[in-house]
């Protein structure tokens, strides 16, 4: 029993190899996670993690929720990602598993010849997987690293997606209140339309007109209802949010636009190296070529089988020695195998480069639509909306004048009404296209 101790004591050490395995891969995560975007992602395993969650959530959702705590509920609470990261378990025990010798096997045999009893007892295990041991040791490693950066960029696109959902939720809430604000004066237009229409101070052509303003106004409120409703559902979800919690609060308004727009040197260099993806598929195609020299030493040998072997006799002496097993390879020479692992890695080096060809562009495309992007909205402020300032003011004092008549005014008014919301949408658009380009030099573009 003293002897045994020691093979089970390392029994247990292996077998316990794979959960600080999977908390040192999770560790990696958060570090990319929060050095990339500043919010750390949290891993809930047991029940005080889910508390402590809890108690952070409730903290984040007591004050209006501004889009860093958006990002930061989304990476507690998003259970989507929560069951992603179940998969760096998975991966640290195919790890773990890969580092152990395979386990010897054990044979016992009994045979009886008349009054002669024959026993035979072996033990036997794979020597070509203890020699083979490193290399597939190191296959697996490749491919606990990948889980990882696979990982970490679900978590950067979560964040992504957040963000896009956080700013598409707050411009839906302020469009759909200006168009209340516009249905008020609307109605109030259609009541006094319908006033000279009975005093006989309106013909019916113009009275229509303001009926038919006023009916389209509570046709696109409703319209920015429901938008702003789906925008709110959307982030909702992203955020795990649900039951009480969707009583969650929002900004009234969109961030103001920034002074200057930024400038990023050497941004497709920058994609090239930080891209997660093209980091997952450099380590695909280094473990496709581990794999492939694997292939290459092992296509004539395809099972080697060593054992020590023990039989006994009634009567006799033990029988001692040991025995070697090999596979022939009569009718499969391995060249099959071969080939296949040889393409399959020209296709993994063909998807590298298509991949770093499509991220170069999506650099490109991305800056260029965040510059276009924050010019329109610059435009519509400083210039469109100031325009359409003085336009309705001229109109006022010439109304006032009585150089203008009242159709001209409301008629005025409605311009008024779709500059402001186009300026609210170039000003949505730009705060999209700065979350693209933040997110670019780090994952693919998200939808």
């Known amino acids: 029993m003293s002897r045994r ?39 809930l395993l047991t029940s005080a993690d889910e508390a402590a969650a809890r108690q952070r959530l409730d903290q984040l959702l007591a004050a209006p929720l501004d889009i860093d705590s958006a990002v930061q509920i989304a990476l507690l609470n998003n259970r989507h990602l929560q069951q992603a990261y179940a ?11 890969a580092r152990r010798p395979e386990n010897p096997g054990i044979g016992f045999g009994r045979f ?25 040791a190191g296959i697996e490693e490749r491919r606990f690293e990948q889980t990882k950066l696979r990982l970490a960029a679900e978590s950067l696109a979560l964040a992504a997606r957040v963000k896009l959902a956080w700013y598409d ?60 409703d789906r925008a709110r559902e959307k982030l909702g979800r992203l955020l795990g949010l649900w039951g009480a919690d969707m009583a969650y609060r929002l900004p009234e308004r969109l961030p103001a636009l920034p002074a200057a727009p930024r400038s990023i040197d050497n941004i497709e260099a920058a994609t090239i190296t930080g891209r997660l993806d093209i980091q ?25 089988e060593t054992g020590l072997v023990r039989n006994s006799e009634s009567g006799r002496k033990d029988q001692t020695g040991y025995e070697l097993r090999l596979e022939v390879p009569l009718f499969d020479f391995g060249d099959a195998r071969a080939t296949r692992a040889e393409h399959l890695y020209r296709q993994g080096l063909q998807h590298l480069a298509a991949l770093a060809v499509d991220a170069r562009s999506a650099a490109r495309e991305s800056y260029l639509g965040y510059r276009t992007s924050f010019d329109l ?26 150089l203008v008549s009242v159709f001209d005014l409301l008629a ?7 500059a ?28």
Request: aromatic residues 6%; proline residues 3%.
């Open 5 to 43: 101790l020691p093979v089970f004591a390392l029994a247990l050490l292996l077998g316990g190899c794979a959960a600080p395995l999977a908390q040192q891969g999770f560790t990696d995560i958060a570090d990319r996670t929060a050095g990339s975007i500043g919010s750390r992602p949290a891993w």
């Open 87 to 97: 998969e760096l378990g998975i991966g640290a025990a195919d790890l773990a598993a």
């Open 112 to 136: 009886r010849r008349g009054q002669e009893i024959e026993i035979e007892r072996s033990l036997g295990f794979n020597l070509l997987g203890l020699l083979a041991l490193p290399v597939t």
């Open 169 to 228: 939720a707050v411009a839906a809430a302020q469009l759909a209140q200006h168009a209340e604000q516009v249905t008020e004066a609307a109605a109030t237009q259609a009541e006094l339309a319908r006033r000279m229409r009975a005093a006989g101070n309106w013909s019916l052509l113009d009275y229509s007109r303001e009926q038919l303003f006023h009916g389209e106004a509570a046709a696109r409120l409703a319209k920015t209802r429901l938008t702003a």
């Open 280 to 304: 997952m598929a450099q380590a695909d195609l280094a473990a496709l070529g581990r794999a492939h020299g694997l292939t290459q030493a092992t296509r004539f040998i395809n099972l080697l």
């Open 377 to 402: 909205a610059r435009h519509h402020q400083q210039n469109l909306l100031p325009l359409r300032q003085k336009i309705s003011e001229e109109m006022l004092l010439r109304y006032n004048g009585m």
């Open 412 to 418: 005025d008014a409605r311009e008024q009404i779709l």
């Open 420 to 447: 402001t919301e186009a300026a609210l949408e170039a000003q949505r658009d730009f705060w999209r296209a700065d979350t693209e380009l933040s997110f670019v030099t780090l994952i693919a573009p998200q939808d």
